[in-house]
């Protein structure tokens, strides 16, 4: 119990699932300031572009770019779309949406899921409330020492045996059935963390089948489909693809390349992991706030092709 109470509550998703001290695995590097007047949802019937994500896009971050380039947008999440139907584009109408522009942002493990379209399938009814301000709030940096006074009660043993575990020189392993720490190759290169030659990585991103060019066809055909709308696919590597295997999608990108349904962020990313440390925080699935950034200024790029 006592060695729990000086175990500080983990702040990265990953180090928190998979047991893992934040000591060796938490970021380091200060997270830049975004205005809070950038950092709202407009209703839609006031926007002129909708963003249907999901955990990628919670905290408005990367939508901020758009907004501090005059755009009106409005963000939803997948939970409550449900699945891509062929009346997504009456849904939407019906919901109050007056614009042209969809964003459909999905992170890549769960897009394969989220394309198994049903012809018979309905979008969720019911109202549809567009939160104005961020359903999650990212932390303004790394925090100092706090007790840990709400955890169980072997969770400190817990995070130091694996901890230990984590730290040992060779191969990777597996923490909790959920994540596993994988070295990294040049990893100091890219992470602030002080075990920065490994990362913590979610199964999921492997265990996941791979994106494949079906997977672009039925994001063409359901883009077609919906001829009232424009869509920008919003497609987010797997953190493990970004930095351990990024062959896994290869003939995915080509063909959505070649397709032209929106940026190209597997090469983004590929490229931008080297420049800026932390593009993906290493304790955590998710993109750093530069990351989200960066990813909005990308984004800016691909709506203006659309919506100069």
Sequence with gaps: MLLT?????????????????DAEFGWRTQPPVVAESLIR???????????????FSTSLRWQSELVRNGYRVST???????????????????AG????????????????????????????P????????PSVEPIAGPPGFVFNVDDKLDAGLVTLMNTRKARQPD???????????????????????????KAIFLLDDTDTPALEPLDVEKMKAFSKEQAGLRFVWMVIPDKTTVYV????T??????????RLGPDLFAFAAQERGRILDFYLPNDTHLSMQGQLEVGRKMLEAVRNVLP
């Design 5 to 21: 109470l000086f175990t500080p509550p983990a702040y990265g998703d990953l180090s928190r699932i998979g047991r893992l001290s």
């Design 41 to 55: 949802s407009v209703p839609l019937d006031q926007a002129d572009i909708l963003v249907v994500g999901d955990s």
């Design 76 to 94: 939803i999440y997948w939970g409550q779309t449900g699945p891509l139907c062929a009346d997504f584009e009456a849904w939407t109408k019906q």
């Design 97 to 124: 949406f007056r614009g042209r522009l969809v964003v459909l942002e999905s992170v890549e493990r769960l897009l394969g899921e989220r394309l198994k379209i049903d012809p018979a399938c309905s979008t969720r």
């Design 126 to 133: 019911g109202d549809l409330v567009v939160r104005s301000t």
């Design 171 to 197: 191969g990777d392993a597996v923490f909790q059935d959920v994540t596993r720490v994988r070295p990294v190759a040049n990893g100091c290169r890219y992470f602030s963390h002080r075990l920065c030659g």
């Design 245 to 248: 295997d990024p062959s896994r």
């Design 250 to 259: 290869a003939e995915f990108s080509r063909a959505f390349n070649d397709a």
